[in-house]
Structure formats: structure tokens, C-alpha cells
């Protein structure tokens, strides 16, 4: 009689294995367990290191650029003193900077860009929050969004094409007629185009988007339960907006405003294509005027003298320092209300 054959599977059964001692499969599962732990720390520190770094870039970068800055325009500074702030002269050939007309047609044609931006940007905001369907809503904002990716010099060729033929020959022969009253000089000398207003005008259409964009994000960031208190006291849906609604946002609402004017500061191409680049101050807005990046861009390639081009780099220093105090504060503003409503939603 023939015996089976074993079967030869049996010899390499898990009965046949040698047995380890007990706790040498936990102790190398804890091995690595801790080596795949202490990779993830070295990890997680590099990735820490590196986006620090990175974040501290952008800072030091920015002190770099005004110490640079500051250094060129420092001999300009220090001959002029605080006269160079108040002056009127510029005179390349004599050697005589004053940055005053510069400063004032900066602060003048921004000022008229807000008063005629602000309006229609929060109209445009509430329209998008409040009143605007859904269908609609999002085409809209693109469409006004749009406009902060047109490139500078498109509206100057605009400007100049389209906007300044229209306000010499209708606008400011209508403005002097009607609203100069022989008291008024904002409105009064010749209408020749290329002025103040003109700049202001196309500033007004280059940061509406922006003042519209934030003034849309801080009205939709208003809590639901502020309107609807104001309609179960029986408000109507504009007196909810006005008395509800706007006065919780009225803090980023105005940061979108001086995030705005803080853009229109530093415009440059489009500014120095329409405001006739004269260094002069006047109360009329029909007349031309400076402004500090449109000075820059005309005069700094022909800056022969070393005082000449220490002069514009003081200039543009000036002009640094006050765009960056205007955007701190927009940012400050519009944190304040973000931080609000998040306080008052937890």
C-alpha cells in the first residue's frame, strides 16, 4: 500500500514558519510608524520655513525700495528742505524743484475722480447685493470688474479720441455758461481739452471696478439678521439699505473708497496723456496741471542733472509714502468690518 504524498504546500504553511519572539513584529511596526512621524515634522518645518521666507519677501522687498528711493532723492531733500513740499518753481535749467503743482494736480484730479467714482461704484454694489437676480448678477459684476484689466494707455487713447473733443465742444463751454456765475473760478478760462477735469474724469472710470468690488463684498458680508430686523419693524426694502444696512458697512465701504483713491494717486499713463502736464497751480479745472506720476514719466529720461534727477526721485518718494499711508488705511477699514461680522456671526 502506497502512502499520500504530503502535500507540499504544508511545508510552507504559517504552522512551519518560525515564531519571533513576542513583540518583534509591534517594535518594527513602531519603527516605522516613528520614522514616517519624525518625516512628517522635517516636512511640516521646511514647508514653514520656506512660506515664511517667502512671506517675508514681499516687506523687505518693499524697504528696499523706499530706502533706494529715499537714497536718490535724499540730496533734492536736503538742499530743499520743506520748500521742496511747498514750492512752485521747477526749473530744470536754474536748478530751482518745487513739487507743490505736482502734489496739487495729484490731489485734485483724485479728488475728482472719487466725487464722480463713488456714487455710481456703491450704486453698482447695492444694485449686485441687494436688487440684482441671480441670472443677472454675475454678469454684471464681471462686466465692471472688466474694467480695472483695461490697459492704462487704452483709456488715454480714449480719452483722447473721444472724451476730450466731447468736453471741449459740449461739457466746458456748458459748465463755464451755467455754473461759473462770474464767482466760481472751477469753471471759468478757455476750454482747450487737455486739463484737470479731464484727468479726473478718466481716474473716475479706472477706479470705479475697485471701489464697486469692495463695496460688493463688504455689503454681501453683512449678517442676513440686520435686514431682516429692519423689515420686521416694518421698514420698506430701501429704508432697510439705508438704515440697516449701509450704516454696518459704512467702515469697509469707505476703505473701498480709499483703496480706490490710493489707485487714482499712482495712475500714470492715462493722467499724462489728458492733463496737459503743466507745472502750475489753478483754481480752474479747465486749465492743465501736474500730477506726481506724470511729472516722473515725462521728465525722468531727459534728467541730465544729478539735482534734476534727485529732484523726481524725491518726488516719486513723496508719492510712495503717501499710496502706501492711503492703502494701509483702506485695509485697515475694511479688516475692521470683515472682523465685525464675523465676530457678530459667531
Not at 493722467?271 to 506720476?293: C, D, E, H, K, W
Amino acid at each position: 500500500m502506497t502512502h499520500a504524498a504530503v502535500p507540499s504546500e504544508r511545508a510552507g504553511s504559517p504552522l512551519d514558519r518560525p515564531v519571533l519572539p513576542s513583540g518583534a513584529e509591534p517594535a518594527r511596526g513602531a519603527r516605522r510608524l516613528g520614522v514616517r512621524i519624525q518625516g512628517a515634522v522635517i516636512g511640516d518645518r521646511v514647508y514653514s520655513t520656506a512660506i515664511t521666507l517667502f512671506a517675508l519677501c514681499v516687506p523687505v522687498l518693499m524697504i528696499l525700495i523706499a530706502l533706494e528711493i529715499f537714497i536718490a532723492g535724499w540730496p533734492a531733500l536736503r538742499q530743499f528742505g520743506f520748500s521742496f513740499l511747498t514750492s512752485s518753481a521747477w526749473d530744470p535749467v536754474n536748478g530751482a524743484f518745487g513739487a507743490a503743482p505736482a502734489i496739487y494736480g495729484t490731489l485734485v484730479s483724485s479728488a475728482i475722480a472719487l466725487a464722480i467714482s463713488t456714487p455710481l461704484a456703491i450704486g453698482v454694489a447695492i444694485f449686485l447685493s441687494e436688487f440684482a437676480p441671480q441670472w443677472l448678477r454675475q454678469p454684471v459684476a464681471f462686466l465692471v470688474d472688466l474694467l480695472a484689466a483695461v490697459p492704462s494707455v487704452v483709456y488715454g487713447l480714449w480719452g483722447i479720441f473721444v472724451l476730450i473733443p466731447i468736453l471741449r465742444t459740449a461739457v466746458m463751454p456748458f459748465l463755464r455758461d451755467t455754473l461759473h456765475l462770474g464767482v466760481l473760478p472751477f469753471f471759468s478760462g478757455p476750454a482747450y481739452g487737455p486739463s484737470m477735469l479731464a484727468a479726473g474724469l478718466i481716474l473716475s472710470v479706472m477706479v470705479l471696478p475697485y471701489i464697486s468690488s469692495v463695496s460688493r463684498e463688504v455689503l454681501l458680508a453683512v449678517p442676513r439678521s440686520q435686514r431682516e430686523a429692519a423689515l420686521a419693524l416694518g421698514a420698506t426694502k430701501w429704508e432697510t439699505i439705508w438704515g440697516a444696512v449701509l450704516p454696518y458697512a459704512k467702515s469697509g465701504i469707505i476703505g473701498g473708497v480709499i483703496l480706490g483713491l490710493g489707485r487714482a494717486l499712482g495712475e500714470t499713463m492715462a493722467v499724462t496723456m489728458l492733463i496737459g502736464n503743466r507745472p502750475q497751480i489753478s483754481a480752474s479745472l479747465f486749465a492743465p496741471g501736474y500730477t506726481m506720476a506724470s511729472l516722473i514719466a515725462n521728465e525722468f529720461s531727459e534728467a541730465s542733472g544729478d539735482l534734476h534727477l534727485s529732484a523726481l526721485m524725491a518726488v516719486g518718494f513723496v508719492l510712495f509714502v503717501i499710496t502706501l499711508i492711503v492703502n494701509a488705511v483702506a485695509r485697515w477699514l475694511v479688516w475692521q468690518v470683515s472682523r465685525g461680522s464675523a465676530g457678530k456671526s459667531a
